[in-house]
Nanobody, 115 residues
Framework: QVHLVESGGGLVQAGGSLRLSCAAS????????LGWYRQAPGKQRSLVAHITNDGNTAYIESVKGRFTISRDNAENTVYLQMNSLKPEDAAVYYCNYLFGRYNFWGQGTQVTVSS
């Protein structure tokens, strides 16, 4: 069982930045694909970005050029740097660990963007 804890959410003005962190315990993140998802009120949870163990990244179109996902296997942590935030980025952001049949989620961190 891998336990994921997100942090770094908060309230920011449009155009501002936040850096989310997700620390894993109970297992190593090396080998896993790590992702950030978000869920806004009334909407389904959806992928924002992910990073493979090889460091390959993928982003949804709406965050390309603004968000950067990175990982530190030694620190057992994945990050999401969010710049130029927009009101439509507001959501609960969840960290995900995927390795074979093992799929774990964090509890989420709230991101609020004021216009």
């Amino acid at each position: 069982q891998v336990h994921l804890v997100e942090s770094g959410g908060g309230l920011v003005q449009a155009g501002g930045s936040l850096r989310l962190s997700c620390a894993a315990s109970g297992g190593r993140v090396s080998g896993a694909t790590l992702g950030w998802y978000r869920q806004a009120p009334g909407k389904q949870r959806s992928l924002v970005a992910h990073i493979t163990n090889d460091g390959n990244t993928a982003y949804i179109e709406s965050v390309k050029g603004r968000f950067t996902i990175s990982r530190d296997n030694a620190e057992n942590t994945v990050y999401l740097q969010m710049n130029s935030l927009k009101p439509e980025d507001a959501a609960v952001y969840y960290c995900n660990y995927l390795f074979g049949r093992y799929n774990f989620w964090g509890q989420g961190t709230q991101v609020t963007v004021s216009s």
